[in-house]
């Protein structure tokens, strides 16, 4: 990665890249390489030679050296990040030599470092990896898509079809209703009858309201949402009921956090 050392004298300007920054420069160091030596077969790469090229520059400044334990944890949290997001695949993931990767269609796909900004942004606002594991993928993938719309609903949509699964309680209940009657206060399946009263009548209500509110308004008309904040939000509202029925129902799934009761 020489063309990452050029220009860039101060160790500390690199350090004070964030891991999407960085990623995003050498994710577009590798596409220009690949995109000049098309005739020279397989696009592939290994992380560890890329960064041992690195410190191999003969323009990389000497005050680097002082700094090199950083800079390399610097390019480890650049490279996992670039993983995480799905922007470069693991041949291991497909049978091939392990250590060696490959660009991902999404990135490139790409049209410019503007492009990347703005997907590095929405994945800023929306970690993948925060996400509970039933909204992870399609929730996930839509608001990076930025149909933020479609991502609440889904998100949604997965509240009332774990309610449900936990419950036990018969398909023809929907939406507010099913809500209501696995949370019910005196005898809900998915109550906390330990809690006070109150708390159960809340809980109640946080689950009806917030399906009656983000659910099924998408279900029965168009619901215009362009504001990434705002669905990012209500995602976050359904993650968090997710976790409640995890916990309700005595099945925590892998991942999830400490247990909400």
């Known amino acids: 990665m020489n063309e990452l050392a050029d220009g860039i004298e101060d160790p500390d300007v690199l350090l004070g890249l964030s891991p999407e920054e960085l990623g995003g420069r050498i994710l577009f160091i590798v596409r220009r390489r690949q995109a000049s030596h098309r005739s020279h077969g397989a696009p592939d790469f290994s992380p560890h030679n890329l960064t041992l090229e690195f410190w191999q520059s003969f323009s990389l400044p000497p005050t680097y050296q002082q700094k090199r334990e950083e800079i390399d944890l610097a390019f480890g949290e650049a490279w996992g990040w670039l993983q995480a997001q799905g922007l470069i695949v693991s041949l291991a993931n497909i049978g091939k030599s392990p250590g060696w990767f490959r660009l991902s269609r999404r990135a490139l796909a790409f049209e410019n470092v503007t492009d990347f900004s703005r997907f590095a942004m929405a994945a800023r606002v929306l ?63 998915l109550a906390d009858l330990q809690a006070e009263k109150g708390e159960r009548e809340a809980r109640s209500a946080l689950f ?52 909400v009761t």
Do not use: C
Request: charge should be negative; charged fraction near 20%; aromatic fraction near 6%.
């Open 208 to 259: 009806a309201g917030a399906i009656g509110s983000y659910k099924n308004p998408q279900s029965h008309r168009d619901v215009q949402l362009d504001n990434p904040t705002e669905a990012m939000e209500i995602i976050m509202i359904a993650n968090h009921l997710l976790r409640i029925v995890d916990a309700r129902s005595g099945s925590q799934t892998s991942g999830s956090t400490a247990e």
């Open 127 to 189: 970690p993948k990896d925060q996400l509970h594991p039933r909204v992870a993928n399609p929730v996930w993938m839509a608001f990076m898509r930025g149909e933020f719309d479609v991502a609440v609903f889904q998100a949604m949509k997965a509240v009332e079809v774990a309610v449900r699964e936990a419950s036990g309680l018969p398909s023809g209940l929907l939406g507010v209703a099913l809500m209501r009657k696995a949370f019910d206060p005196e005898n809900g399946p």
